[in-house]
């Protein structure tokens, strides 16, 4: 059975850090990209990263470059760990797998390129 769960979410004062996990199971693949996305209220849903299943292939939204870092280990959990959190960053944030590529191939791929989504996990940033 395929399921992706994220957690993690919660309230934090602007300046700080949250981790968020996201546990990926069932898939008959082993590699596949994963991305993160995030949903503000009355917003589109954007890319925020897209995490290879290779070391080195992943790659970031220019609105979190520097302050997030994406990686993920051998069981293919997936992690976001943001850092100077900031209220825009507030929003519903998603994983989903992509099981067409291993590879993000240098881009924060786009919500039509995923095929399986988890429920998401709520971020608020707000003194």
């Known amino acids: 059975q395929l399921q992706i769960v994220e957690s993690g979410g919660g309230v934090v004062q602007p300046g700080g850090s949250l981790r968020l996990s996201c546990a990926t199971s069932?898939?008959?693949?082993?590699?596949?990209?994963i991305g993160w996305f995030r949903q503000a209220p009355g917003k589109e849903r954007e890319g925020v990263s897209c995490?290879?299943?290779?070391?080195?292939?992943i790659y970031y939204a220019d609105s979190v470059k520097g302050r997030f870092t994406a990686s993920r280990d051998v069981n293919n959990t997936a992690y976001l760990q943001m850092g100077d959190l900031k209220p825009e960053d507030t929003a519903t944030y998603y994983c989903?797998?992509?099981?067409?590529?291993?590879?993000?191939?240098?881009?924060?791929?786009?919500?039509?390129?995923?095929?399986?989504w988890g429920q998401g996990t709520q971020v608020t940033v707000s003194s």
């Open positions: 989903a797998a992509n099981i067409d590529t291993a590879d993000c191939s240098g881009y924060v791929h786009g919500i039509r390129e995923y095929d399986f």
């Open positions: 069932g898939f008959t693949r082993n590699y596949y990209a």
């Open positions: 995490v290879s299943a290779t070391v080195d292939g």
